[in-house]
């Protein structure tokens, strides 16, 4: 498993890193969107700073697209703070995330930066331990 899902009653943090699959990709959604927690959730951070490799198709992405829009019906209110900077995963989240999605999303070259801007935007901690 290439990524990590952390949890508290504010929020998601998930990191991946390696080789990522679409299938992870959804695997770690689907963890997030299960919580007992994720109605109430205000943010959801995703770190691809130590991603090296990935493997998505277009098909992925409309499988991706449609498990997010159903989370926001439940969740209306949360943000998206992505914390990337290789270039061409950058390229993919603008055009086949935040492009389709409800949610406010901001990119960030660090965790640090992603943190102040959620607790900023939310007015809660994000505590990741």
């Known amino acids: 498993m290439s990524f990590t899902a952390k949890f508290n009653q504010y929020g998601a943090y998930r990191k991946f890193s390696d080789h990522v699959t679409m299938g992870e990709l959804l695997g770690s959604l689907t963890e997030v969107q299960s919580h007992h927690h994720y109605e109430s959730f205000w943010y959801s951070i995703v770190d691809f700073m130590d991603v090296k490799t990935y493997d ?71 505590l990741i331990d």
């Open 56 to 126: 998505f198709s277009e098909f992925d992405f409309l499988t991706y697209r449609a498990q997010v829009r159903g989370g926001e019906y439940l969740n209306t209110r949360m943000i998206s703070g992505l914390v990337v900077t290789d270039p061409a995963i950058l390229e993919l989240l603008k055009t086949r995330y935040e492009a389709f999605t409800r949610y406010q999303v901001a990119y960030f070259p660090t965790f640090e930066a992603c943190k102040e801007w959620v607790e900023k935007t939310t007015s809660k901690p994000v």
